[in-house]
Each structure stands twice: as structure tokens, then as C-alpha cells.
């Protein structure tokens, strides 16, 4: 494992967080979700938002239903006096990215970093498919469903996992989801019971399938001695990396994830102990690419969260798994952890985010 | 190759919205007033953006039907997919009495084209009761107060001095 027993004057830690509930719908819009919660994340950090010297916020217009409507999520940060700030059309990990990036220059200390998504307007099958090559795949209304289920099926003919692999997956994570106030859809479910379910996209029944969530999350970044400084345990990022594969899903073998795997190497992953990795296998047969892509082993606790298959705030999903894994080493109950954020369709575009504890 | 795409988006207005649209129905316009800085925003956004204070019920206050325009254009329409206008048309940024942001995109009246200004004094022209609806408003900020007034026209009051309004021009 390359992970360094003590953080630099440069390493940059996450010193704060925060994030709503999942729920199917939420009444408020995107910006009055994120203003509480930008509010909470600050003040678990103990900053004003004046201190903040980067701010970076991941979201989607397409998602919102509105040109330039991360614009307006902008207020949840306050952009008066005016601030240094940019957004990336991608989930909030990768505004996470950017503002690490940005930090590397030396010249701030801190950064807010923001995701957020209302997946409740729009229909799933009918937008997504927008994201897909406007020749070949969009016009065919190719949704993330369709393409998981192609993914599955590969999985399955393969030898590699077969339904009853799928049906664990998710009753481990929704039964995960019953300590997470945050998660959507959690219970107890027998597996048995799962496999009687009709499929909805063959091999996948619907408890395969994410639950279509609102939802958003903050996280304050600070480096070095300002990170010792505010917070009692800072979680260390002691690196970060996305790689990113072909957009045509048949150029590519879906029973892997090559720029997951990339990703974590690059990032400094070497196969050591981990206590828990948060992944976004927003469907459950990609819990099976990525703990193989990953190398996993069995004692590292995967999702203990319930994941996105118990909450999937679309844009603020890979985000919330750096919160999860962030707020297990603050409080002790991990030392060293492992996050996922995806992108794209079928785990196209991966970013792994390694984060450990001191002493 | 012509390849038009549609996406149909369905939600209920944000209570805070429910209120506003219900307030015009009644022929009052609402705001939400921040409690640090005083500004009023019309419809009310949940928060003031320049303070970040979360704003609620509490904060509600009403504005005027009379205003003040800021800044206009008028627009001569070109044919494009979807332009269903023909014939040059206003379109006006209106600084309420007692608001401290514009509603924009407003139809000036009962003038010439070639004399509105900045710092005409104007008022509503609302829609008989049972035409006034929500459409146009939505959760993302577009839409303000079309579906319950008509236009506005001049009061004939004395201009607004530029000094009074030119903070508060968008």
C-alpha cells in the first residue's frame, strides 16, 4: 500500500460535509435544496463562507430542465463579494477533482465543493439517452436500463455472475441503507423473493435498478495545517485519478472496467487493506465490475452506506460516496478508505479517491 | 439529417411559488425581504442570494403593481424555428414599487414604441380574474407575471430619476 504515514504541508483534506436526504420528491428546487446544505457543510468545517478561496459545483442542465440552471445554484455558495468559482457538468466528484487541482496551485487553503440533482421532473429512459452519440444511439432511446441490462447479460454469459450474484448485491445494500438517514430505499429483502420478481429490463428486475432519487451534498477541502486546524480528524485525500473510456459501449468489454482499475492505480492504489470503499454502481451488477476491477478484499466493508442502489441523487451520487467514506475516518470507525464516482453511460468514465486517517 | 429532440418535465411549484401564483390570482404580487440587508425579491427565492440567509412565510411582504422601466429592447423579429411573433414587440425589464430586482421581459402599452424610456412610470394591466393562471411559472426562475398580467402602460407620473433606479437595472 503507498499510503504515507503522515500528510505534507500540501496534502489536501476534506474537513466538512453535508448532504440531504434521498426522496423520490423533493418540493423545494435545486438551489433550496443546496442552500442548508452548503450552510451545514461550512459550518461543520467551521468556515465562513468568505474564507472559501475556490468554489466548484457539479450538476446538470439537461437534469434540471433549464439552460445555464447551475447558474442559479451558484447563490447556495453566495457570489457577492465575488468569488472565485467554476462548474463541470459531471457529478459533484469531479468538481471535488477540479477543486483538488485548483488547490495544488498553493496560492488557497480551502475549497467548497458542491453536487446536486432532482431527478423527479424528467423521465429516466427519456433523458439519458440524450447523453448518448446523436447518430448511432440517441435516436434509438437507448437508456441506462437498457445499457445495464446489456451489461448484465455479458456478466451472466460470461460465467462470471449469475441473477442470484445481483439479488445479493441488493438486499446487502438495502439492508446497508437501515443505519444511513439519509438512504431512500432500505429493508430487509429475501433474495428468494427478489429473484420471483418480473424482469423490467431482462436480466434486471427493478430492485436492480437505482430508485430515482432528488437529492445534494457539499464538502469543504482545506491543506495542511489549516485542515489540522479544523478539524479534530482530517480525512487525508492521499490521491485522486479518472480515467475515462470509449463512448460506444460495443467498442468495450462491459464485464470490466480497465479506467476504473486505471484510476486506482494511478491514484496510488496498490491492492492494500481497506476498511471501505463506497462505490457508484448505480446498477447491481456493476458492484461486481468494479469490486474485480478494484481487487477488493473481502474484509473491506463495500457501501456501507446502501450505495446508490438505496439512493441515487444523479450528479451528487459519486460525491456523497467521498462524504461516506470521509465521515467513517472522522469519526474513527475506518482508517483508510476507497470512494467511486462514474460518469458517461455503463461506467464509461471512472474516478477513484483514496482518503485515510491519521494516528 | 433533421433531428428535433423534445423532453417533457412535470412538477408542482415550490410552496414558496404555490404562494406566489395564488397571491396574483388574488391581483397581489409577493416577495420574500431579506431580514439582513432588506432587499426584496419578487417572486420570493427561498434565500437572499447576496446574504445567504434562508427566507420564508415569515419574510413576505407585498409589493406594488406600479413600477418604474429600467431597461428595454424592441425586438424585430426574424423567422427562426419557433418564433411565433411577426411585428416588432417590447421587451421591458420593470422595477416594481417597493421590489429591489426587475421583472423582465414585460409588454409596454398604450405609448409609442419610439417613446419608451428608462424611467417610465408604469402600471399593470391585470387579466380579468378567471384568466389569470399559473402558466409561466416555474421552479427555475423563468416566468414572473404573465399568466396573470396583461401589459403595462404609462401612469403619466413625472419620469423616475435615473439615480433612484440604476442600482437595481436587471
Sequence with gaps: LTFSNSATPDDIAVVGWAQTPSVRRALENEVQLLVPTVAAALARAGLDRREIGFTCAGSCDYLTGGPFAFVQNLEAAGAWPPIAESHVEMDGAWALYEAWVRLQHGDIDTALVFGSGKSSPSSPAELWPQQLDPYYLAPLGVDPASLAALQARALLDSGTATERDFAEVVARSRRAALDNPCAQVKGHLDVDALLAEPYVRAPLRRHDLPPISDGAVAVVLARGDRARALAERPVWIRGIDHRIEVHQPGMRDLTASPSTALAARKAGYDGGPLDVAELSCTFSPQEIVLRAALGLAPATAVNPSGGPLAANPVMATGLVRIVEVAQRIAAGTADRGLAHATGGQVLQHNLVCLMEGEG | ?170
Design chain 2, 1 to 170: 439529417m433533421e433531428h428535433l429532440v423534445s423532453l417533457t418535465y412535470t412538477e408542482e411549484l415550490t410552496p414558496i411559488l404555490e404562494r406566489y401564483v395564488d397571491a396574483m390570482m388574488e391581483g397581489r404580487i409577493v416577495g420574500h425581504k431579506c431580514p439582513e440587508c432588506g432587499r426584496v425579491y419578487v417572486p420570493g427565492k427561498g434565500y437572499c442570494p447576496l446574504c445567504v440567509v434562508a427566507t420564508g412565510a415569515e419574510h413576505e411582504v407585498e409589493v406594488a403593481d406600479t413600477g418604474t422601466v429600467t431597461g428595454f429592447t424592441i425586438v424585430t423579429p426574424v423567422a427562426y424555428y419557433g418564433q411565433k411573433e411577426t411585428e416588432p414587440f417590447v421587451w421591458a425589464s420593470v422595477l416594481l414599487d417597493g421590489a429591489d430586482g426587475t421583472l423582465a421581459g414585460q409588454d409596454i402599452v398604450g405609448i409609442a414604441h419610439d417613446e419608451i424610456r428608462s424611467g417610465l412610470r408604469v402600471r399593470a394591466i391585470w387579466k380579468p380574474k378567471e384568466r389569470r393562471s399559473a402558466e409561466g411559472v416555474s421552479n427555475r426562475g423563468w416566468g414572473g407575471v404573465g399568466a396573470a398580467i396583461e401589459a403595462f402602460e404609462p401612469t403619466g407620473e413625472p419620469d423616475m430619476p435615473r439615480e433612484q433606479y440604476e442600482e437595481h437595472i436587471f
